[in-house]
């Protein structure tokens, strides 16, 4: 493709020795006013209210970036000030791709502001293994496609074994050891999230890293074994291997609760099965917090806005927000208080975040539904909405600060909307 590409579009070194100086001059007059055409022609794409004089760049662009960021490109006359970034896309994280699947992250380190939560995204072939593992970290997730088989052990011996579907949801307390499987036909995909900003999902604690790095004599000493047992185990990390199938799953059960049972409360939640929390004209959403899943001490919401819809203006008093985009395009503007915001622009992959207490709205800007994810490092959900703070205020003292009318006032739901339609 390349030696093609050269040959149409290049003069070759040969040609451009019998070309005439004119005819060089022309041709390079030629390919410069392509150029310059190429960059002028997403000037139309803007909005009405982005065509002034002094909003005409013919000068480099990164033209698909520009397309996807709207609102960066060419900001609402509201966005005041200097507003960190609270937007990165998994698609510029480094994937580690290993025989059983693959596995990006997004943490502190790609995005700063992201102090208290990091994400992973992570995808298991058929018989792929997420290696038995632990960390320091609780570990949340949501099945995004496909089917898993999930396995944990407590700190008093009991197991759980379980599969998972898309939708669904599970929590690894921190510290409690565990392992993730990718079933037939096609494995799985998934996101994991972690209540610490600084999780680095390539440090985590490995059953073959450890024994690889345990005297053979110690090993047989802690299990009564001869120590050539040992033999065998990896010298590397199997991090994501490929395997076979496991087996039948009530037969896995049994065996893991052999002696000690099962846990006592599951570490694995359908959401997909999940009646929303709240459903409007202008979408739903599902909140997920140790109220209805007593074991997570991670926080969600579940938020599904259909076109035009809106995410109301509000903001979370117990704790920051981290945004994973699941379907869709929207927008956000963040306000910092100090006159400062910033409107960004997010679609599927892409993960946003909010310090705590920042007020801030989600508009679905697509043509389909904009379906996300909002997360926090709080065992339970809150957040406090503009529209129910006006209600209950005194009307006389709102419209004193903003001059709405009381019409206005008196006519804002009393019951927090959370989603407006278009």
């Not at 909003?55 to 990164?62: F, M």
């Not at 087996?247 to 052999?258: N, R």
């Not at 899943?293 to 920051?320: M, Q, Y």
């Amino acid at each position: 493709m390349a030696d093609t590409e050269n040959h149409d579009t290049k003069v070759s070194r040969r040609e451009a020795f019998g070309l005439s100086s004119a005819a060089l001059t022309a041709a390079a007059a030629l390919s410069l006013g392509g150029a310059r055409n190429a960059h002028a022609s997403p000037q139309a794409q803007k909005m009405a209210n982005h065509n002034a004089p002094n909003e005409i760049d013919p000068g480099p662009q990164n033209l698909p970036l520009a397309a996807e960021n709207p609102n960066a490109e060419w900001p609402p006359p509201t966005d005041h000030g200097t507003v960190k970034p609270f937007k990165y896309s998994f698609s510029l994280s480094h994937k580690r791709i290993e025989s059983g699947g693959w596995t990006r992250q997004v943490t502190a380190r790609e995005l700063p502001m992201s102090k208290d939560i990091a994400g992973v995204e992570m995808k298991l072939t058929a018989g792929g293994v997420r290696e038995l593992h632990w960390h320091v970290e609780a570990e949340w997730a949501i099945m995004l496609n496909g089917t898993a088989r999930i396995t944990a052990v407590d700190q008093n011996g009991k197991s759980f074994v379980n599969d998972v579907s898309q939708g669904d949801l599970w929590l690894f307390p921190a510290g409690i050891p565990h392992s993730i499987q990718g079933l037939g036909p096609d494995g799985c995909r998934f996101l994991l999230v972690f209540n610490d900003g600084n999780f680095d999902e390539f440090q985590t604690f490995l059953i073959t890293d450890w024994l690889s790095h345990t005297p053979k004599e110690v090993l047989a000493k802690n299990f009564n074994v001869p120590a050539s047992t040992f033999d065998k185990v990896p010298k590397k990390e199997l991090f994501i291997f490929q395997t076979g199938l496991p087996g039948d799953l009530k037969a896995e059960q049994a065996q893991a609760a052999a002696g000690t049972g099962s846990i006592d409360n599951r570490f694995d939640f359908k959401a997909s099965t999940m009646q929303p929390t709240k459903v409007t004209p202008g979408g739903n959403v599902k909140i997920i917090d140790s109220k209805i899943f007593p074991v997570t001490p991670i926080s969600a919401a579940i938020v599904t806005l259909k076109p035009g819809g809106l995410r109301e203006l509000h903001w979370h008093p117990n704790a920051d927000e981290w945004q994973y985009y699941i379907t869709g395009k929207g927008r956000m503007t963040l306000f910092i208080a100090g006159s400062d915001a910033r409107t960004m622009d997010f679609e599927e992959g892409d993960v946003g975040y909010v310090p705590i207490s920042n007020p801030h709205y989600i508009e679905n800007t697509g043509d389909s539904d904009l379906v996300f994810l909002e997360m926090f490092k709080s065992a339970e959900y809150e957040d406090v909405s503009l529209g129910g703070w006006m209600a209950h205020t005194p009307h006389l003292l709102m419209d004193q600060h903003l001059g709405v009318g009381m019409t206005m006032l008196d006519n804002i739901p009393k019951q927090e909307t959370v989603i407006r339609p278009a």
